[in-house]
């Protein structure tokens, strides 16, 4: 199957700076990426629809000052935590939809964000 | 917008038993329904999907069942094994026309126990 990659899997960062996730498509170009937040023992909540070459969506109540969504090339999208907070400690993951437009999506591994 | 309700929230087995994890979708425009397995600390893995032109879906131990007039899928897995423990979610998108409609709505998740 396809792979995803997400680096950092882990950072641990002080309140106020800013923290930069990269999630990769290593075997297939990605016209659509979205990322995820999850807490502890929750579901998966789509935070932001990102197309490579324009303006991420956001979903109702996400801040789109505060996570930064860049998608400069079919195979590279990132996720940038501005000015982060104790609140935005959590487990943010990718996914990436084919261009070959099955439905069927791609998840990487997961990043652990905790902020101090 | 999609609601996707998924029951149980928690099931224990012994290993070697069947399990059965339900779900309910509220869009009858959907028309991908996958399942993700997702273990501690990683992103969810796909383990089987159907699409809505398809009743009944089976790989080797897991099946999945979809019910359109009743819009409700599930999952079965068939001899369980402790390593089948994981948190299993379900999902539902209308991917037509690519891009953001691949978004997906999760279920709240299943926490699997298989106990040897």
């Known amino acids: 199957g396809a792979v995803v990659s997400q680096h950092p899997s882990r950072v641990i960062c002080k309140s106020g700076t800013s923290v930069k996730i990269e999630c990769r498509s290593l075997d297939f170009q990605a016209t659509t990426m979205f990322w995820y937040r999850q807490f502890p023992k929750q579901s998966l909540m789509l935070m932001a629809t990102s197309n490579e070459g324009s303006k991420a969506t956001y979903e109702q109540g996400v801040e789109k000052d505060k996570f930064l969504i860049n998608h400069a090339s079919l195979t590279l999208s990132t996720l940038t935590v501005t000015s982060a907070h104790p609140e935005d400690s959590s487990f943010y993951i990718c996914s990436a939809a084919g261009i070959r437009n099955t439905g069927e999506l791609f998840f990487g591994e997961g990043s652990r964000l905790t902020v101090l | 917008g999609e609601n996707v309700e998924q029951h149980p929230s928690t099931l224990s087995v012994q290993e070697g038993d069947s399990a059965v994890i339900k779900c309910t979708y509220s869009?009858?425009?959907?028309?991908?329904f996958p399942w993700y397995k997702q273990e501690l600390g990683k992103g969810p893995q796909l383990i089987i999907d159907?699409?809505?032109?398809?009743g009944e879906k089976k790989d080797q131990r897991i099946a999945v069942t979809l019910n359109k007039t009743a819009k409700h899928f599930s999952l079965h897995i068939t001899e369980t094994q402790p390593e089948d423990s994981a948190v299993y979610f379900c999902a539902a998108s209308t991917s037509r026309g690519g891009g953001s409609n691949y978004k997906l709505t999760f279920g709240k998740g299943t926490l699997l126990t298989v106990n040897p």
């Open positions: 869009d009858s425009a959907s028309n991908y």
């Open positions: 159907i699409r809505s032109n398809v």
